[in-house]
C-alpha cells in the first residue's frame, strides 16, 4: 500500500549518446488488465548526471484495457519499471 506516500522518487543515471534522454515509469495495480496495460509517467535525464526525480501519483495517465478507465489507485501497486524504448540504453 503505497496510499501513504505521495508518488515514487527514484534516483538514477543516464550513461547514453544523447545529452538528453526521455525515459518512463509504469506502474501496474490490479486495474491493470492486459499485459500491456499501466500507468505511465514521463521524465527527462541529463547525460552523466545522477539525478533524483519525483512523479506525483497524479503525473501517471492510464494506458490499455482497465489503467485508462480507472484513476490510479497507489493502495493496490503491484510493479514499478523504469522504460527506455527505441535504442539501447546503460
Not at 503505497?2 to 543516464?14: F, H, K, N, Q, T
Not at 499485459?35 to 526525480?53: N, P
Amino acid at each position: 500500500d503505497a496510499s501513504r506516500y505521495d508518488g515514487i522518487e527514484l534516483d538514477v543515471c543516464y550513461e547514453g549518446d544523447a545529452e538528453k534522454e526521455d525515459f518512463n515509469v509504469h506502474l501496474k495495480n490490479s486495474n491493470c488488465l492486459r499485459q500491456f496495460s499501466s500507468y505511465r509517467a514521463t521524465f527527462e535525464l541529463t547525460q552523466g548526471k545522477w539525478t533524483t526525480v519525483q512523479i506525483p501519483w497524479s503525473k501517471f495517465d492510464g494506458y490499455g484495457w482497465g489503467a485508462v478507465e480507472n484513476v490510479l489507485d497507489p493502495s493496490n501497486l503491484r510493479r514499478i519499471g523504469v522504460v527506455a524504448i527505441g535504442k539501447a540504453m546503460d
